[in-house]
C-alpha cells in the first residue's frame, strides 16, 4: 500500500505535534492500516511483530477517543511483563505531550500498590497494566469501568502463555458490554483465536509481518550438540569469539538457573532472568546487563521481551523455541545500529529438521559449524595474548626489565625462548589450580539487595585509601572495578561490598594477597 504521512490522517492537533516531536513522519504499514480502523470504533486484531510500530498503531486512537476533560478511566492496555507496560505508557505519554489534562499511568505488580491507589485517586483517563494487577485493582474498586471504551491487548500471546488467560477474561467480565476490543499479536495460536470469538464483535483482521524477517547482519550457525555437552560447548564458543554482551535463550526457568550456575562456576559473568523472579532482581539484572558489569544474560522468552540493549554482539539458542517466529525475535536483539552479529543455535537429533524448517521460514541460511576444540581455544588464547604483547612492546618502555631478563639468562640455563614460553603460559592460565575450599557460603552481610559485604583486616593507619582496595581487589580477582560497592574504612579495618555472584571468586583471589606491602585476611562481614 502506499506510505501515508501523520497529517493525512484527521488527527487532533495536539497528537499531531506529540507525533512530530518524536521524529515520525510516515506511518509504518500496521499504523496506516490499523489508525483509521480503530479510529471508526471497530475491534481489531492485528497481528505484528515487536518493531512495526505497533503500540503508536493502538495509542493513537486511543489518544484521539480520550476526553482530557473528564478524569475517570476511558481505556485500559493489559501487556505481559513489567517492562512492556512502561515501555508502552512512556510512548503513549509521549504522543500525549501536549494533550494538556490527559493522564496515562502505569500499575504493575512489584510496585507498592499504595502509591498506584493514591495516583487512581487523583484520575487517569488511560491505564495501562499487567493482568494480575489491574484484576487486583478492580476487585479493590481503586480502578473503576463505568467509562472505559476501549481494552488493549498487546502481546497477547505472551500473556497466555505466562497463564494470564483467566485473569484477562475477569478483567474482560468488568468492562461494559459496549466497547471496543482490540488484540495485538506476534502469533495466532488456537486459544488466541478462542478469546476473540467471545470478546470481540466483527473484528477486523490486520496482518503485517515484517518483509525482513531476520537482521541482515547476522551471521547464524548452528552446532550438533548433546545436551550434556551443551555448557560445554557453550563456554568454548564464548572464549573463542569473546562477545561483550550475550544473551542465552532457555525454554524454561529451571534451564535458566542450570546456565547461570553452571557458567558462574566457569568464573563468567552471567546472570538469569526469568518470570520467578521478584521485580527488585529483575531490575538489578537488567541493570548489570545494561551497565556491561553482566556479561552473559540468560533468559527465557517472556522474561527477555522488553530488552533493548543495542551491544549484544550474540545470541545462543541453547534450546530451540518452540515457534518458529521467536526465533525471528530471539536473533533481532544483535546485529543492531549497524553493527554485525553473531547467533548460534545448539541441536541434537531430530532437531536438525527443525533448523530446516526455520530456514524455510526466515529465508536465510543457518551454517552448521564444527564445535571448537580445546586445541582451538587455546590458540584463540594464544593469537589475543601475542596481539596484547605487540601493544606492550611498541607502547612501552621495556628497557629496565629487559636488563633483569638478559642477566637472568646469562646467570641460568635458560634461553629466552624457554622464559618467553613460560611467560605465556602462565598468562593463559594453564598453571595449576589451587584447590578450592569446600565449601564457601554467604549468609546476611548487612549488604544491600544483590551484595555481599566482606571484612578486611587492614584500615587508615597503614595509610590505606579506598583506590588500594579497589586495585587490590580488581587486579587479583579480575572481575571489572566498576562492579564494587561501598568501601567504608577505619582506623585498623575495612568493609567492601562486591556483587553477591563475585563474592566467592574475590575471596579466594585475595587469600594470599598483600595490600601497600602487607599481608591481609579477608571474610564475610558477620552481622551479628
Do not use: W
Not at 504499514?29 to 518493531?51: F, K
Not at 480520550?66 to 509521549?94: F, H, M, Y
Not at 471496543?180 to 464483535?201: C, D, R
Amino acid at each position: 500500500m502506499e506510505k501515508i504521512k501523520f497529517d493525512e490522517l484527521d488527527l487532533n492537533p495536539q497528537i499531531l505535534r506529540g507525533i512530530q516531536e518524536m521524529g515520525f513522519e510516515e506511518a509504518t504499514p500496521i499504523q496506516a492500516r490499523a489508525i483509521p480502523v480503530l479510529m471508526e470504533g471497530s475491534d481489531v486484531i492485528g497481528q505484528a511483530q515487536t518493531g512495526t510500530g505497533k503500540t503508536a498503531a493502538f495509542g493513537i486512537p486511543l489518544l484521539q477517543k480520550v476526553d482530557g476533560q473528564n478524569k475517570s478511566t476511558q481505556a485500559i492496555v493489559l501487556c505481559p511483563t513489567r517492562e512492556l507496560a512502561i515501555q508502552v505508557a512512556e510512548e503513549i505519554r509521549a504522543l500525549s505531550k501536549y494533550m494538556h489534562g490527559t493522564k496515562i499511568l502505569p500499575v504493575y505488580g512489584g510496585q507498592d500498590i499504595g502509591k498506584q491507589i493514591r495516583s487512581l485517586k487523583g484520575g487517569a483517563q488511560i491505564i495501562i497494566g499487567t493482568p494480575g494487577r489491574v484484576m487486583d485493582h478492580l476487585r479493590r474498586k481503586t480502578i473503576r469501568c463505568d467509562e472505559v471504551h476501549t481494552i488493549v491487548l498487546d502481546e497477547a500471546d505472551e500473556m497466555l502463555n505466562m497463564g494470564f488467560r483467566e485473569d484477562i477474561e475477569t478483567v474482560l467480565g468488568y468492562l461494559p458490554t459496549e466497547r471496543q476490543t482490540v488484540l495485538f499479536s506476534a502469533t495466532m495460536p488456537k486459544p488466541i483465536l478462542e478469546i476473540t470469538k467471545k470478546f470481540q464483535n466483527n473484528a477486523v483482521m490486520i496482518k503485517e509481518v515484517k518483509k525482513e524477517l531476520t537482521v541482515p547482519s547476522v551471521e547464524q550457525f548452528y552446532y550438533d550438540v548433546k545436551r550434556k555437552d551443551k555448557v560445554e560447548v557453550l563456554s568454548r564458543i564464548l572464549d573463542v569469539y569473546n562477545p561483550k554482551l550475550s544473551l542465552v535463550f532457555c525454554n524454561t526457568k529451571r534451564m535458566v538457573d542450570e546456565v547461570v550456575e553452571a557458567l558462574q562456576g566457569r568464573g563468567y559473568f552471567a546472570e538469569g532472568l526469568h518470570g520467578d523472579m521478584k521485580q527488585q532482581q529483575r531490575d538489578r539484572v537488567m541493570n548489570s546487563f545494561r551497565n556491561g558489569r553482566t556479561e552473559i544474560l540468560v533468559a527465557t522468552d517472556v522474561a527477555a521481551r522488553g530488552i533493548d540493549v543495542d551491544d549484544v554482539e550474540a545470541v545462543f539458542n541453547y534450546d530451540l523455541p518452540q515457534d518458529d517466529e521467536y526465533y525471528v525475535h530471539r536473533i533481532g536483539r544483535t546485529g543492531r545500529a549497524g553493527r554485525t552479529g553473531q547467533a548460534f543455535s545448539f541441536v541434537k537429533g531430530k532437531e536438525v529438521y527443525k533448523i530446516k524448517d526455520i530456514q524455510r521460514y526466515c529465508k536465510t541460511k543457518i551454517l552448521a559449524k564444527p564445535i571448537p576444540t580445546m586445541d582451538d581455544v587455546a590458540h584463540i588464547k594464544q593469537e589475543k595474548i601475542m596481539s596484547h604483547i605487540g601493544n606492550i612492546i611498541e607502547e612501552e618502555d621495556l628497557s629496565g626489565i629487559i636488563d633483569t631478563l638478559e642477566q637472568y639468562i646469562n646467570e641460568s640455563d635458560y634461553t629466552a625462548m624457554d622464559i618467553a614460553a613460560a611467560f605465556l603460559k602462565l598468562a593463559m592460565g594453564e598453571k595449576e589450580e589451587q584447590p578450592a575450599p569446600a565449601e564457601l557460603s554467604f549468609g546476611d552481610t548487612g549488604a544491600e539487595e544483590g551484595m555481599v559485604r566482606l571484612f578486611i583486616n587492614i584500615g587508615k593507619k597503614e595509610n590505606v585509601k579506598p583506590g588500594d582496595v579497589l586495585g587490590a581487589i580488581a587486579g587479583e580477582s579480575g572481575i571489572p572495578g566498576k562492579v564494587v560497592g561501598a568501601i567504608d574504612m577505619y582506623d585498623k579495618y575495612t568493609f567492601v561490598e562486591v556483587p553477591r555472584e563475585y563474592g566467592r571468586d574475590v575471596l579466594l583471589a585475595m587469600s594470599n594477597v598483600k595490600i601497600k606491602g602487607k599481608p591481609i585476611s579477608i571474610e564475610p562481614a558477620n552481622v551479628k
